[in-house]
């Protein structure tokens, strides 16, 4: 089955991603990982939004609270190669995923478009 990466653990381009940012209210790392996330998406040029979790609501699927937060996933794959700990809520012990975990996840950097516009990357769905 392909799930959208290679061999490699890299993105392909053939489908776009599925992005969620996974986290709670008073989090330290949260905002970093957005920004983070917002960064990577604007530098692709990526016309690509995110889904946000709110780890401590109930509208959240019982297989996302076994993540800490923050946690970025792509196609449900944590960008940091870890899975869940399923200890519970919890912030992560290492902190926000960094922009080269997020991007090398995602297939990598690309330049800026050339067509002078902002990206219309960093929109995201909240819960």
């Known amino acids: 089955m392909n799930d ?17 940012l996974l986290y709670f ?44 937060s923050p946690t970025v996933l792509i196609d449900g794959m944590d960008v940091t190669g870890r899975g869940g700990s399923g200890i519970g809520v919890a912030c992560r012990a290492d902190g926000a995923p960094s922009v080269e975990q997020i991007a090398a996840k ?3 950097l690309r330049a800026p478009r050339s067509d002078g516009r902002s990206p219309a990357g960093g929109v995201h769905d909240e819960l």
């Open 4 to 20: 959208g990466f290679s061999e490699s653990g890299v993105r392909s381009a053939a489908a776009p991603p599925k992005i969620e």
């Open 106 to 108: 995602l297939g990598g």
């Open 25 to 68: 209210e008073g989090c330290p790392n949260a905002p970093r990982a957005r920004e983070n996330l917002r960064s990577v998406l604007e530098a692709m040029g990526a016309e690509l939004s995110w889904r946000e979790w709110d780890l401590l609501s109930d509208s959240t699927p019982a297989g996302l609270r076994a993540f800490g």
